[in-house]
Nanobody, 132 residues
Framework: QARLVESGGGLVQPGGSLRLSCVAS????????IGWFRQAPGKELEGVSC???????????YSIDSVKGRFTISVDKVKNTVYLQMNSLQPEDPAVYYC??????????????????????WGQGTQVTVSS
């Protein structure tokens, strides 16, 4: 399995920005859907934004409605790194954010965070806190 290491979390004021990074080892991002998921205390894990590499079945990007226009997922294939640029952070955004990869269509990957194949990989998570 691949190794995914997230970074970039922290404390930010409402309206502020953070950029999360996820470096993938032993994995070629071209062949997998990759995404960011989050879990707040007492809440279910949810897919935030997912995208696919050029060789995956679907190269489109999916994001949940609450982050559209504020969060942007991007992939640097040279660095084998996926980013989540988060702008206009709001009080409902704090959570542990996880990077993950798996086979499949990005939208399906994001919508079913508890469905994982034998080749799926998850990072350890990075905490995002929004507070004034």
């Amino acid at each position: 399995q691949a190794r995914l290491v997230e970074s970039g979390g922290g404390l930010v004021q409402p309206g502020g920005s953070l950029r999360l990074s996820c470096v993938a080892s032993d994995l070629t991002l071209d062949y997998y859907a990759i995404g960011w998921f989050r879990q707040a205390p007492g809440k279910e894990l949810e897919g935030v934004s997912c995208t696919g590499g050029s060789d995956s079945s679907d190269g489109s990007t999916y994001s949940i409605d609450s982050v559209k226009g504020r969060f942007t997922i991007s992939v640097d294939k040279v660095k084998n790194t996926v980013y989540l640029q988060m702008n206009s952070l709001q009080p409902e955004d704090p959570a542990v954010y996880y990077c993950a990869t798996d086979i499949g269509v990005p939208a399906d990957f994001c919508r079913a965070p508890y469905t994982r194949s034998v080749v799926g990989s998850w990072g350890q998570g990075t905490q995002v806190t929004v507070s004034s």
